[in-house]
């Protein structure tokens, strides 16, 4: 290659990356959905080719967008493992006496002809209303959160199946929510061959709760140090 210029060695070597990019992908592709998009997000080489594709002088700015598409593409088939349920977020033709709207609705029956509704709550265990109920037994802040729940809901949407999805801050879920959530992943696993559906699900769950603690936590001690102040 001695003989090509500067930009046309930079092309090959664009293509050459760009087919190898490409080929990888697609192989990652054949794993299970977890497997690789753990691979993706791990692989030391791809920041370092982004890296520097974008701060080359002699990048072809057209290579970025193929190189962008590639990988938009290999990540959308393998994200793209999911119930097959259309829902809607917080539908406007359903509410409560309160005026107030569940969290979301699927748009195909759900079980009996009927549309499911859900709205989701997030207890605390150690709350001062339930944490004498909780010291005694294990997800009774969940239960106690999902009967109210129904109260609210239940009358208000006779035409859906409505499910409170309670799950306590500190893990414990309401017995119906776990039902549901074990019916969800068993619907994905069916689609993506990988059984350990729910186990990933719960893992999901419990880094959002370990997330949501550490802003109260650390709103907490803001609020405390501006009182003292």
Known sequence: MAWMTL?????VSEDCELSELKFA?????????????????????????????RTSKHIDPSKLGEFDGA????????????????????????????GRRPDGCTLIPWRAGRCLAWDVTVPGTLAERY????????????????DEKMKKYGNALPSMEFLPICIEVLGPMDPNTLKFVKAICKMISVRSGDSRELFFATNHISCLLQ????VCV??????NADMCN
């Open 7 to 11: 930009s046309e060695q930079t092309r």
């Open 25 to 53: 992908l697609g192989r990652v592709s054949c794993l299970l959905a977890h497997d690789a998009l753990t691979i993706i997000r791990n692989a030391l080489s791809l920041p370092k080719l982004r890296y520097f594709l």
């Open 71 to 98: 990988l938009r593409t290999a990540l959308s088939s393998i994200c793209n493992v999911q119930a097959l349920i259309p829902v809607l977020k917080e539908p406007s033709g359903i509410s409560a006496h309160d």
């Open 131 to 146: 944490v004498n109920l909780t010291s005694k037994e294990c997800g009774f802040a969940a239960a106690r959160a999902a």
């Open 211 to 214: 997330r949501f603690l550490r």
């Open 218 to 223: 650390l709103e907490n001690i803001q609020l």
